[in-house]
């Protein structure tokens, strides 16, 4: 093999790994983070282009001692190319989007305050991931969060509370928030399994769906409506609010009295 064919070969699977590489970027933006095996592609592409590196320095050094620099800058972006993929896809694409409840909080967080001020709408069950009790909410990061963003309106989807202790943490939410909207859905026939939030982000809806995956343990997918995903859910919610039931008056009123005493 003469140099010139290998400089071929090294420009080559440079470019094949780049284009890997932006392929992985344009995925991580575009589709969900559902982990699947498909990463171990990158892991061999980056393996064997990384190993063609090494294998030029060692069998044509007498170029690099030469100061050939055209061969060692095919050999530097082939080796540079190969380790920005691998990162990558370590960093992302290997990894399940699962995270502990203290891990969930900044994220959300991140979700929240990246929004336009509008409206805000949460998928949010009994409203227990605030806290069990009025302080707990107060302490809750995700609470103070809420409350700092400043949203016009709010837009809440939850379960009808059954229990003096839900009704207090329906109370201090409606007590706090100047313009909340709350509307119930029947778990036992069309619990999602699964909490979020939609927000809009310059003319653009995005959300953040995380699901129970055991005790503590949550995994967060984030998509906007351009993805299949994103459109259904956004859909769905449609839906469920259209056909969810508005508390009455003396529901509100109740759960601020609850609250009180």
Known sequence: MEIQDLEKILLSSGSLTVGAYLTAVRGKINSSKIQNRLHYVFYAVCVLVALLGLYSVYAFWSQIAKLNWFFITCVILCLLASYLLFKFTFNNASKTQQYKTRDLDPIVNRFTID???????????????????????????????????????????????????????????????ERVEIKFY??????????????????????????????????????????????????????????????????????????IN
């Not at 949460?122 to 009025?134: E, H, K």
């Not at 016009?152 to 943490?169: G, K």
Request: net charge neutral; with cysteine; glycine share 6%.
């Open 186 to 259: 029947s778990p036992e026939n069309a619990d999602l399994r699964i909490r979020g939030r939609m927000k809009t982000l310059r003319n653009v809806t995005h959300l953040l769906i995380y699901k129970k995956i055991k005790a503590g343990t949550y995994e967060a997918l984030e998509w906007d409506t351009a993805n299949e995903n994103g459109a259904l859910y956004t859909n769905l919610w449609t839906l469920l609010w259209s056909i969810a039931r508005v508390p009455t008056e003396e529901q509100l009123q109740e759960y601020r009295r609850l609250l």
């Open 115 to 177: 929004a336009d001020t509008d409206n805000i709408i949460l998928i949010a069950g009994d409203l227990n991931f605030f806290g069990q009790t009025p302080e707990d909410m107060s302490a809750n990061s995700q609470y103070q969060c809420l409350l700092k963003a400043g949203f016009r309106n709010i837009q809440i989807l939850c379960f009808e509370p059954n229990t003096d202790a839900e009704r207090r943490r329906y109370g201090k939410v409606i007590n706090d928030f």
